[in-house]
């Protein structure tokens, strides 16, 4: 590999090494690199480094050593200086992009708590760039995507920060975002499982009633709704889910009394207005 034709490379060489020397400098200052590229980069121009210069350093400063031992000898000790210093640069890479990825997370949590979560979605996302594995930075961003109402999203973060992290708080997130988005069998799914982690909460089993009332199984529905509607007979969630069911059975007495004791506990309660007017309305 020393003994190409250097005289008639130089110039290439030359403008190949300066192009990625300034690729790897703009990467670093729009922060636009990935560990691959950088890697890919670094073996690039080590392989050129070696092409164009490796036989006049290596004479230069072993001009005196003229036996094959010494020489190759020479090589190696050079090669090991540029493979060396590749290696603290790259190191000084993965260093900038761990704290760029803290900066970033602990930036996007200081939005996320003040209920800022376009800001948090920002930062987040940022922070996953620098270090695509953080589960604490996909966890902050799930639940930033699901309380924006960004329910696709939502579900496309907590399903890959799945992979790093089984909290059971992605269950929630993707049972509520699966019905959201009118997919209530897996939202159903993932609403059993946050219920056996998150034992005894009556708005997951609410949540889980609503996936049987969109699956058509009003039935069951019915069963998890008298249940909580025993233990809190003023929960307003409940109240709307069980006039759902009895407008479906066709109990519309009972439906119009549980519609108008919804506007005695929450008097701007657009769903009960709504059924009420509409009901009057056809009948």
Known sequence: IFYLKLKRRDLLHAGIIAAITGMLFNALFTNSFHQTEVLVILTVLIS???????????????????????FVFAVFLFSFI??????????????????????????????????????????L???????????????????????????????ETALEGLKYLGHPQYEYILGISYLRTGEPLKALEHLERARVLFRNNRKIELDIAKAYCDLGRFEKAKEIVLKVYEEDPENVLCLMLY????????????????????????????????????FRQNH
């Open 243 to 278: 006039a759902l069911i009895l407008e479906q059975e066709g109990n519309y007495e009972s439906m119009i009394k549980i519609l108008q004791k919804i506007l005695l506990l929450e008097p701007t309660n657009i769903y009960a207005s709504k059924k009420l007017f509409d």
């Open 82 to 123: 540029l493979m060396t210093c590749m290696m603290l640069i790259l190191f000084s890479f993965e260093f900038n992009r761990h704290y760029k990825s803290q900066l970033k997370l602990k930036s996007g949590i200081y939005f996320y708590k003040a209920k800022m979560f376009s800001g948090a979605e920002r930062e």
């Open 48 to 70: 050129i480094l070696f092409m164009t210069d490796a036989k006049v350093i290596t004479i230069k400063f072993f001009q005196n050593l003229r036996t094959d031992f010494k």
């Open 125 to 155: 996302t940022e922070s996953l760039i620098y270090n695509p594995g953080n589960a604490i930075s996909h966890l902050y961003l799930a639940t930033a995507f699901f309380n924006n109402e960004k329910h696709f999203l939502a579900i």
